[in-house]
């Protein structure tokens, strides 16, 4: 199914914020242009806003984001997405990983298992997502 003008530009939108898009923007480009519209702006708040008025900065979401997607067992590309931006922000490699060992408790360690699996093939360099180098958090534009 071609993808619409209108859906093109939401997909960039999303680029431009997170840097990459994932398999769900796309189908969701072809489904409903206005569903990535409203998910997009949604996620992109949520997890790439301001610092203002926010509990957590931008390295702790991304860790959260870890040990969320470690314990549903998300797919690896969202882990090491999750895991990249945090080293990206700031954190070290021992917290990303505590982050999902964490995760391990309630959910078991074949969950944390797979996270692990991830942090081992991006290290090795066959990761999914390309790495980029660490940076402090500063201050973001809002999205």
Do not use: C
């Not at 998910?39 to 926010?54: K, M």
């Amino acid at each position: 199914m071609p993808i619409s003008r209108e859906a093109r530009k939401e997909l960039a939108k999303i680029r431009k914020v997170r840097g990459y898009t994932l398999p769900l923007h796309e189908v969701m480009a072809e489904a409903n242009p206005e569903f990535l519209r409203r998910y997009g702006e949604l996620a992109s708040y949520v997890i790439f806003g301001p610092a203002e008025n926010r509990a957590l900065d931008l390295k702790t979401r991304f860790l959260v984001m870890v040990g969320i997607t470690t314990a549903v067992k998300g797919d690896r590309e969202g882990i090491e997405w999750a895991a990249a931006r945090a080293v990206q922000h700031g954190a070290s490699w021992q917290e990303v990983y505590e982050a999902a060992f964490l995760a391990g408790l309630p959910a078991g360690f074949p969950a944390f298992e797979g996270a692990a699996k991830a942090f081992q093939a991006m290290h090795k360099g066959k990761g999914i997502v390309p790495r980029q180098r660490s940076r402090k958090p500063g201050p973001r534009r809002p999205a």
